[in-house]
Protein backbone atom coordinates (compact mmCIF):
# COMPACT_ATOMS: atom_id res chain seq x y z
CA UNK A 1 0.00 0.00 0.00
CA UNK A 2 2.72 2.60 0.62
CA UNK A 3 4.57 1.89 -2.42
CA UNK A 4 1.29 2.45 -4.08
CA UNK A 5 0.56 5.60 -2.51
CA UNK A 6 4.70 6.91 -3.37
CA UNK A 7 3.98 6.04 -6.70
CA UNK A 8 1.06 7.99 -7.20
CA UNK A 9 2.99 10.86 -5.14
CA UNK A 10 6.06 10.45 -7.63
CA UNK A 11 3.41 11.00 -10.28
CA UNK A 12 1.84 14.33 -9.45
CA UNK A 13 5.42 15.49 -8.12
CA UNK A 14 6.87 14.92 -11.54
CA UNK A 15 3.53 16.04 -13.11
CA UNK A 16 4.05 19.35 -11.37
CA UNK A 17 7.71 19.84 -11.98
CA UNK A 18 6.74 19.54 -16.08
CA UNK A 19 4.00 22.22 -15.34
CA UNK A 20 7.06 24.44 -13.40
CA UNK A 21 9.23 23.93 -16.14
CA UNK A 22 6.44 24.73 -18.94
CA UNK A 23 5.60 27.77 -17.07
CA UNK A 24 9.60 28.90 -16.31
CA UNK A 25 11.56 27.68 -18.93
CA UNK A 26 9.55 26.89 -22.14
CA UNK A 27 9.70 30.13 -23.60
CA UNK A 28 13.62 30.53 -22.42
CA UNK A 29 14.21 27.03 -24.37
CA UNK A 30 12.21 28.40 -27.17
CA UNK A 31 14.14 31.21 -27.72
CA UNK A 32 17.33 30.44 -27.71
CA UNK A 33 19.59 29.45 -30.99
CA UNK A 34 21.34 26.48 -29.24
CA UNK A 35 20.37 24.07 -26.81
CA UNK A 36 23.13 21.85 -24.78
CA UNK A 37 22.49 18.94 -22.89
CA UNK A 38 24.81 17.99 -20.14
CA UNK A 39 24.51 15.45 -17.27
CA UNK A 40 25.93 17.42 -14.72
CA UNK A 41 27.52 20.63 -13.43
CA UNK A 42 29.56 19.38 -10.52
CA UNK A 43 33.80 19.05 -10.47
CA UNK A 44 35.06 17.39 -13.27
CA UNK A 45 37.30 17.64 -16.16
CA UNK A 46 34.56 16.61 -18.84
CA UNK A 47 32.36 19.46 -17.08
CA UNK A 48 34.90 22.05 -17.21
CA UNK A 49 35.22 21.37 -21.21
CA UNK A 50 30.99 21.68 -21.50
CA UNK A 51 31.42 25.29 -19.81
CA UNK A 52 34.67 25.98 -21.86
CA UNK A 53 32.39 25.07 -25.17
CA UNK A 54 29.50 27.25 -24.03
CA UNK A 55 31.40 30.33 -23.04
CA UNK A 56 32.91 29.86 -26.48
CA UNK A 57 29.35 30.94 -28.04
CA UNK A 58 28.56 33.02 -25.45
CA UNK A 59 27.23 35.59 -27.60
CA UNK A 60 24.36 33.45 -28.62
CA UNK A 61 21.29 32.91 -26.90
CA UNK A 62 21.93 29.10 -24.87
CA UNK A 63 19.55 27.03 -23.16
CA UNK A 64 21.49 24.33 -20.93
CA UNK A 65 19.89 21.66 -19.90
CA UNK A 66 21.27 19.11 -17.15
CA UNK A 67 19.82 15.63 -17.40
CA UNK A 68 21.60 14.09 -13.87
CA UNK A 69 21.57 15.18 -10.44
CA UNK A 70 25.11 17.26 -9.72
CA UNK A 71 27.19 16.29 -6.81
CA UNK A 72 28.14 19.71 -6.11
CA UNK A 73 27.49 23.17 -7.60
CA UNK A 74 30.66 24.15 -8.60
CA UNK A 75 30.26 25.35 -12.16
CA UNK A 76 26.63 26.21 -12.06
CA UNK A 77 27.07 29.57 -11.52
CA UNK A 78 29.33 30.04 -14.39
CA UNK A 79 27.03 28.43 -17.02
CA UNK A 80 24.12 30.79 -15.78
CA UNK A 81 26.16 33.49 -16.19
CA UNK A 82 25.90 32.54 -19.83
CA UNK A 83 22.29 31.23 -20.80
CA UNK A 84 19.25 29.41 -19.53
CA UNK A 85 19.61 26.40 -17.21
CA UNK A 86 16.88 23.79 -17.37
CA UNK A 87 17.85 21.12 -14.63
CA UNK A 88 15.29 17.34 -15.14
CA UNK A 89 16.53 15.26 -12.54
CA UNK A 90 13.82 16.05 -10.53
CA UNK A 91 11.37 15.03 -13.42
CA UNK A 92 13.53 11.84 -14.77
CA UNK A 93 14.21 10.42 -11.14
CA UNK A 94 10.51 9.41 -10.94
CA UNK A 95 11.03 6.70 -13.66
CA UNK A 96 7.56 7.36 -14.66
CA UNK A 97 6.74 6.39 -18.35
CA UNK A 98 4.05 8.68 -18.45
CA UNK A 99 5.29 11.69 -17.21
CA UNK A 100 8.86 10.48 -19.41
CA UNK A 101 6.42 10.54 -22.20
CA UNK A 102 5.03 14.17 -21.03
CA UNK A 103 8.42 15.63 -20.99
CA UNK A 104 9.47 14.69 -24.00
CA UNK A 105 7.21 15.86 -26.08
CA UNK A 106 7.89 18.95 -24.31
CA UNK A 107 10.81 19.46 -24.97
CA UNK A 108 10.99 18.16 -28.34
CA UNK A 109 7.83 20.57 -29.36
CA UNK A 110 9.73 23.91 -27.80
CA UNK A 111 13.04 22.69 -30.20
CA UNK A 112 11.06 21.42 -33.08
CA UNK A 113 8.96 24.23 -33.54
CA UNK A 114 11.28 26.98 -32.63
CA UNK A 115 12.37 29.14 -35.30
CA UNK A 116 14.98 30.43 -33.12
CA UNK A 117 17.02 26.87 -32.17
CA UNK A 118 19.71 26.35 -34.75
CA UNK A 119 21.66 24.08 -33.04
CA UNK A 120 21.58 21.14 -30.42
CA UNK A 121 24.40 19.51 -28.77
CA UNK A 122 25.06 16.74 -26.42
CA UNK A 123 27.52 15.43 -24.43
CA UNK A 124 27.81 12.52 -21.99
CA UNK A 125 24.47 12.36 -21.62
CA UNK A 126 22.26 8.90 -22.52
CA UNK A 127 19.12 11.29 -22.02
CA UNK A 128 19.90 13.26 -25.19
CA UNK A 129 20.42 9.63 -27.33
CA UNK A 130 17.13 8.56 -26.16
CA UNK A 131 15.60 12.23 -27.63
CA UNK A 132 17.84 12.61 -30.75
CA UNK A 133 16.10 10.32 -33.30
CA UNK A 134 12.79 12.78 -32.73
CA UNK A 135 14.61 16.33 -33.02
CA UNK A 136 13.95 17.95 -36.47
CA UNK A 137 16.41 17.59 -38.97
CA UNK A 138 15.99 21.10 -39.39
CA UNK A 139 18.09 21.74 -36.53
CA UNK A 140 21.91 20.94 -36.26
CA UNK A 141 22.51 18.01 -34.26
CA UNK A 142 25.84 17.64 -32.60
CA UNK A 143 27.65 15.52 -29.60
CA UNK A 144 30.77 15.20 -28.34
CA UNK A 145 32.74 12.01 -26.96
CA UNK A 146 35.59 12.80 -24.46
CA UNK A 147 37.14 9.13 -24.53
CA UNK A 148 35.93 5.66 -25.58
CA UNK A 149 36.93 2.92 -22.89
CA UNK A 150 37.79 -0.73 -24.45
CA UNK A 151 34.50 -2.25 -24.34
CA UNK A 152 32.75 0.57 -23.75
CA UNK A 153 28.83 0.44 -22.33
CA UNK A 154 27.88 2.77 -24.47
CA UNK A 155 28.56 1.12 -28.38
CA UNK A 156 25.31 0.02 -28.86
CA UNK A 157 24.01 3.68 -27.92
CA UNK A 158 26.55 5.64 -29.76
CA UNK A 159 26.40 3.27 -32.90
CA UNK A 160 22.85 3.77 -32.82
CA UNK A 161 22.58 7.81 -32.84
CA UNK A 162 25.20 8.05 -35.55
CA UNK A 163 23.00 8.30 -38.54
CA UNK A 164 20.98 10.61 -36.60
CA UNK A 165 23.78 13.23 -36.23
CA UNK A 166 25.41 16.08 -38.22
CA UNK A 167 28.78 16.38 -36.43
CA UNK A 168 30.26 13.91 -33.75
CA UNK A 169 32.94 15.97 -32.05
CA UNK A 170 36.74 13.65 -30.71
CA UNK A 171 38.59 15.20 -29.31
CA UNK A 172 41.94 13.83 -30.44
CA UNK A 173 43.48 11.49 -33.11
CA UNK A 174 42.82 8.72 -30.55
CA UNK A 175 39.29 9.46 -30.27
CA UNK A 176 38.99 9.20 -33.89
CA UNK A 177 40.69 6.01 -34.16
CA UNK A 178 38.62 4.39 -31.62
CA UNK A 179 35.61 5.81 -33.80
CA UNK A 180 36.37 3.81 -37.11
CA UNK A 181 36.82 0.67 -35.24
CA UNK A 182 33.72 0.57 -33.55
CA UNK A 183 31.95 1.27 -36.49
CA UNK A 184 33.69 -0.79 -38.82
CA UNK A 185 32.81 -3.71 -35.99
CA UNK A 186 28.96 -3.11 -36.18
CA UNK A 187 29.26 -2.36 -39.72
CA UNK A 188 28.12 1.36 -39.98
CA UNK A 189 27.96 2.91 -43.09
CA UNK A 190 31.75 4.59 -43.85
CA UNK A 191 30.31 7.92 -45.10
CA UNK A 192 29.26 8.30 -41.43
CA UNK A 193 32.67 8.81 -40.76
CA UNK A 194 33.34 11.99 -42.68
CA UNK A 195 30.86 13.38 -40.00
CA UNK A 196 33.58 12.99 -37.13
CA UNK A 197 35.31 15.78 -36.63
CA UNK A 198 38.85 16.45 -33.79
CA UNK A 199 38.37 19.85 -31.88
CA UNK A 200 40.91 19.61 -29.44
CA UNK A 201 40.70 21.09 -25.54
CA UNK A 202 42.05 23.73 -24.73
CA UNK A 203 42.77 26.22 -21.82
CA UNK A 204 42.74 30.00 -21.30
CA UNK A 205 46.59 31.55 -20.99
CA UNK A 206 47.10 34.93 -19.98
CA UNK A 207 48.87 37.42 -22.74
CA UNK A 208 51.85 37.10 -20.40
CA UNK A 209 51.83 34.57 -18.54
CA UNK A 210 54.27 34.51 -15.54
CA UNK A 211 56.07 31.89 -14.97
CA UNK A 212 59.92 31.62 -13.49
CA UNK A 213 61.38 27.68 -13.32
CA UNK A 214 63.76 29.04 -9.80
CA UNK A 215 60.04 29.61 -8.17
CA UNK A 216 60.13 25.73 -8.03
CA UNK A 217 61.33 24.65 -5.01
CA UNK A 218 63.24 20.87 -5.72
CA UNK A 219 64.51 20.75 -2.94
CA UNK A 220 60.78 19.80 -1.15
CA UNK A 221 59.18 17.87 -4.13
CA UNK A 222 55.18 17.57 -4.04
CA UNK A 223 53.35 15.36 -6.36
CA UNK A 224 49.72 15.59 -6.69
CA UNK A 225 46.99 13.08 -7.71
CA UNK A 226 43.36 15.65 -8.65
CA UNK A 227 40.76 14.50 -10.27
CA UNK A 228 38.07 12.08 -8.77
CA UNK A 229 37.92 9.00 -6.88
CA UNK A 230 36.76 6.19 -9.55
CA UNK A 231 37.70 3.14 -10.29
CA UNK A 232 38.67 3.69 -13.72
CA UNK A 233 41.15 6.33 -12.27
CA UNK A 234 42.81 3.31 -9.81
CA UNK A 235 43.67 5.81 -6.97
CA UNK A 236 45.00 2.89 -5.48
CA UNK A 237 47.87 3.02 -7.26
CA UNK A 238 48.86 6.40 -6.77
CA UNK A 239 48.32 5.83 -2.59
CA UNK A 240 51.04 2.71 -2.55
CA UNK A 241 53.24 4.61 -5.01
CA UNK A 242 53.25 7.47 -2.03
CA UNK A 243 53.71 4.89 0.55
CA UNK A 244 56.85 3.49 -0.85
CA UNK A 245 58.72 6.34 -1.89
CA UNK A 246 57.38 8.40 1.46
CA UNK A 247 59.18 5.39 2.62
CA UNK A 248 62.15 6.46 1.01
CA UNK A 249 62.34 10.05 0.80
CA UNK A 250 61.99 12.94 3.44
CA UNK A 251 61.79 15.79 1.16
CA UNK A 252 58.69 14.44 -1.23
CA UNK A 253 55.02 14.90 -0.06
CA UNK A 254 51.93 13.71 -1.80
CA UNK A 255 48.72 15.26 -1.87
CA UNK A 256 45.31 14.32 -3.40
CA UNK A 257 42.29 17.15 -4.25
CA UNK A 258 39.05 16.09 -5.95
CA UNK A 259 35.53 14.58 -5.46
CA UNK A 260 34.37 11.00 -4.10
CA UNK A 261 37.42 10.94 -1.63
CA UNK A 262 36.11 11.44 1.82
CA UNK A 263 34.55 7.99 2.13
CA UNK A 264 38.47 6.99 1.50
CA UNK A 265 39.96 9.21 3.88
CA UNK A 266 41.54 6.64 5.65
CA UNK A 267 43.46 4.82 3.34
CA UNK A 268 44.52 8.21 1.66
CA UNK A 269 45.80 9.25 5.22
CA UNK A 270 47.41 5.47 5.98
CA UNK A 271 49.64 5.94 2.79
CA UNK A 272 50.80 9.25 4.03
CA UNK A 273 49.21 11.44 1.38
CA UNK A 274 47.10 15.01 2.40
CA UNK A 275 43.75 15.13 1.54
CA UNK A 276 42.95 18.65 0.06
CA UNK A 277 39.32 18.47 -0.54
CA UNK A 278 37.66 19.56 -3.43
CA UNK A 279 38.77 23.10 -5.13
CA UNK A 280 36.80 24.67 -6.80
CA UNK A 281 38.34 28.50 -6.70
CA UNK A 282 40.95 29.14 -9.07
CA UNK A 283 43.26 31.00 -7.05
CA UNK A 284 43.39 28.26 -5.23
CA UNK A 285 43.86 25.66 -7.70
CA UNK A 286 46.62 27.88 -9.73
CA UNK A 287 48.44 28.05 -5.88
CA UNK A 288 48.38 24.48 -6.25
CA UNK A 289 49.91 24.22 -9.67
CA UNK A 290 52.56 26.50 -8.89
CA UNK A 291 53.72 23.91 -5.92
CA UNK A 292 52.87 20.77 -7.29
CA UNK A 293 56.07 19.37 -9.39
CA UNK A 294 55.00 16.11 -10.78
CA UNK A 295 51.09 15.09 -11.75
CA UNK A 296 50.22 11.67 -11.73
CA UNK A 297 47.59 9.99 -13.52
CA UNK A 298 47.31 6.41 -13.14
CA UNK A 299 43.50 5.94 -15.42
CA UNK A 300 42.74 3.06 -17.28
CA UNK A 301 41.48 5.57 -20.02
CA UNK A 302 41.78 9.08 -20.58
CA UNK A 303 40.86 11.30 -23.60
CA UNK A 304 43.43 13.69 -22.67
CA UNK A 305 42.97 15.22 -19.18
CA UNK A 306 42.36 18.44 -18.26
CA UNK A 307 44.46 18.76 -14.99
CA UNK A 308 47.46 17.83 -17.44
CA UNK A 309 46.76 20.96 -19.76
CA UNK A 310 46.31 23.05 -16.58
CA UNK A 311 49.17 22.29 -14.43
CA UNK A 312 51.63 21.72 -17.31
CA UNK A 313 51.39 25.83 -17.94
CA UNK A 314 52.76 25.79 -14.80
CA UNK A 315 55.73 23.48 -15.30
CA UNK A 316 53.95 20.50 -13.58
CA UNK A 317 55.51 17.28 -15.19
CA UNK A 318 52.87 14.61 -15.90
CA UNK A 319 53.52 11.29 -15.56
CA UNK A 320 50.78 9.16 -16.75
CA UNK A 321 49.72 5.55 -17.82
CA UNK A 322 50.11 5.93 -21.69
CA UNK A 323 46.25 5.67 -22.23
CA UNK A 324 43.96 7.46 -24.64
CA UNK A 325 45.40 10.27 -26.38
CA UNK A 326 47.77 10.95 -23.75
CA UNK A 327 50.85 10.10 -25.88
CA UNK A 328 49.40 12.75 -28.38
CA UNK A 329 51.13 15.65 -26.28
CA UNK A 330 53.02 13.82 -23.50
CA UNK A 331 56.59 12.03 -24.86
CA UNK A 332 58.38 9.99 -22.72
CA UNK A 333 61.66 11.92 -20.89
CA UNK A 334 60.71 14.54 -23.12
CA UNK A 335 57.87 16.96 -21.18
CA UNK A 336 56.82 13.98 -19.36
CA UNK A 337 56.63 10.39 -18.57
CA UNK A 338 54.39 7.70 -19.66
CA UNK A 339 53.88 4.14 -17.76
CA UNK A 340 53.47 0.95 -20.15
CA UNK A 341 49.42 0.19 -19.05
CA UNK A 342 49.60 -3.63 -19.83
CA UNK A 343 50.79 -4.08 -16.36
CA UNK A 344 49.23 -5.59 -13.16
CA UNK A 345 48.71 -2.89 -10.61
CA UNK A 346 51.83 -3.68 -8.72
CA UNK A 347 54.56 -3.38 -11.69
CA UNK A 348 52.40 -0.13 -12.40
CA UNK A 349 53.30 0.88 -8.80
CA UNK A 350 56.52 0.15 -9.35
CA UNK A 351 57.06 1.91 -12.75
CA UNK A 352 55.96 5.07 -11.41
CA UNK A 353 58.45 4.83 -8.36
CA UNK A 354 61.17 4.10 -10.69
CA UNK A 355 60.00 7.00 -12.64
CA UNK A 356 59.65 9.58 -9.80
CA UNK A 357 62.92 8.08 -8.03
CA UNK A 358 64.90 9.11 -11.30
CA UNK A 359 63.67 12.38 -11.11
CA UNK A 360 64.73 13.13 -7.63
CA UNK A 361 67.87 11.52 -8.59
CA UNK A 362 68.80 14.01 -11.17
CA UNK A 363 67.82 17.30 -10.28
CA UNK A 364 69.32 19.02 -13.62
CA UNK A 365 66.81 16.72 -15.85
CA UNK A 366 64.02 17.50 -13.62
CA UNK A 367 64.26 21.03 -14.51
CA UNK A 368 64.61 20.58 -17.81
CA UNK A 369 61.40 18.73 -18.21
CA UNK A 370 59.82 21.18 -15.85
CA UNK A 371 60.81 24.02 -18.09
CA UNK A 372 59.99 21.52 -21.63
CA UNK A 373 56.23 21.11 -20.00
CA UNK A 374 55.70 24.71 -19.39
CA UNK A 375 57.05 25.44 -23.02
CA UNK A 376 54.28 23.07 -24.73
CA UNK A 377 51.58 24.01 -22.83
CA UNK A 378 52.13 27.58 -23.93
CA UNK A 379 52.46 26.38 -27.51
CA UNK A 380 50.01 23.90 -27.59
CA UNK A 381 47.10 24.44 -25.09
CA UNK A 382 45.77 28.19 -25.94
CA UNK A 383 42.09 27.69 -26.23
CA UNK A 384 41.66 30.45 -28.73
CA UNK A 385 42.13 27.68 -31.54
CA UNK A 386 38.79 25.65 -29.28
CA UNK A 387 36.84 28.76 -29.18
CA UNK A 388 37.19 29.52 -32.78
CA UNK A 389 36.86 25.56 -33.99
CA UNK A 390 33.50 25.49 -31.27
CA UNK A 391 32.11 28.98 -32.52
CA UNK A 392 32.64 27.94 -36.62
CA UNK A 393 30.84 24.45 -36.04
CA UNK A 394 27.89 26.05 -33.64
CA UNK A 395 27.13 29.24 -34.94
CA UNK A 396 28.86 29.52 -38.38
CA UNK A 397 27.56 26.21 -39.87
Known sequence: MKRQIKKILDFFIGLFNIFKLYLLDYKKMKNSELVFFFPFYHTGGAERVHLNIVQAVSNKKCCIIFTQNSATQNFLKGFKQIGSVVEL??????????????????????????????????????YFYEILP????????VDLIHALAENDDREILLTKSA??????????????????????SYNI?????????????????????DFNINDKDFSKIKIGFIGRWSEE???NVFLKTAKIINNLYDNVSFVMAGTGMKSNIDAIENSG??????I??????????????????????EGFPMVFMESMLYGVIPISTNVGGVSEHITNSENGFLIDDNSSEDVLVKDFVKCIQHLINDTSEFKLITERSHNYAIENFNIKKFNKSYQKLLINN
Open 89 to 126: NSILNKRSKTINKILENTLLKAMNNSIHIKTVFGANSN
Open 280 to 301: TDNSELKELYNALNICVISSVY
Open 134 to 141: KISYSKLR
Open 189 to 209: PSGLLNKINTIQNGISIPEEF
Open 273 to 278: VLFLGE
Open 163 to 184: RFLDNRIVINKKGKKDFEALYK
Open 233 to 235: KRP
